[in-house]
């Protein structure tokens, strides 16, 4: 029997879908230019986990279903190029039920054995790839109400990368 092909994984925000199509109706309207991101592929990743065996599922489940943070609400209001040329919506300020959410699956995760990118958080959502210069634009704020956060599995298809969500945890209502 061949070996299991390991998972591409990652813990993300999945953008919800009328935040989603108001952004992508933004990024759209405006001369972003590169290679739009699909709609429902708008996420906020908390931590990428890269390839792992499919076998070390139910223990990430098991992990993430500890972590406790409260329900808060992110404002993506700048648009910024990140890396080598993503166009990436931003928050001008973190949360910090956000980063607590981040310290605490990231500290989970090391205790688990998962190596994760020495490299600071920086919360973001990309817009397009390949972009070679943004406009000068100032882009709306978005409001969304972070509510729960997900296990992620990514594919390479025909059609495109394709985002599965292998599970997810509420965030606890705020105050309790």
């Known amino acids: 029997m061949p070996p299991e092909r390991p998972l591409r994984l990652f813990f ?3 953008c919800p879908s009328d935040l989603a199509e108001a952004v992508c109706d933004w990024r759209d309207s405006q001369e972003v230019g590169g290679r ?3 709609l429902a592929n708008l996420h906020l990743t908390l931590a990428f986990l890269g390839n792992q065996p499919a076998a070390s599922v ?3 489940k098991q992990l993430a279903a500890k ?3 409260d329900a808060f609400a992110l404002r993506l209001d700048q648009l910024r190029t990140i890396g080598k040329d993503f166009a990436c919506l931003m928050p001008s300020q973190s949360p910090s039920p956000l980063n607590q959410l981040v310290e605490q699956l990231h500290a989970r995760l090391s205790t688990h054995g998962v190596m994760l990118d020495a490299r600071p958080f920086l919360p ?3 817009l397009s790839r390949q972009v070679h ?3 000068d634009i100032q882009p709306p704020a978005f409001h969304w109400p972070v509510r729960r956060f997900g296990l992620y599995c990514s594919e ?3 059609s495109g990368v394709q985002y599965s969500e292998l ?3 509420p965030l606890a209502a705020p105050g309790r």
Request: proline share 8%; net charge neutral.
């Open 67 to 69: 972590v406790r943070v």
């Open 133 to 135: 210069a943004l406009p």
């Open 167 to 169: 599970a997810s945890w």
């Open 124 to 126: 973001h959502v990309t």
């Open 36 to 38: 739009p991101v699909a």
């Open 156 to 158: 390479n298809t025909s």
């Open 58 to 60: 139910e223990g990430l």
């Open 12 to 14: 993300a925000l999945a």
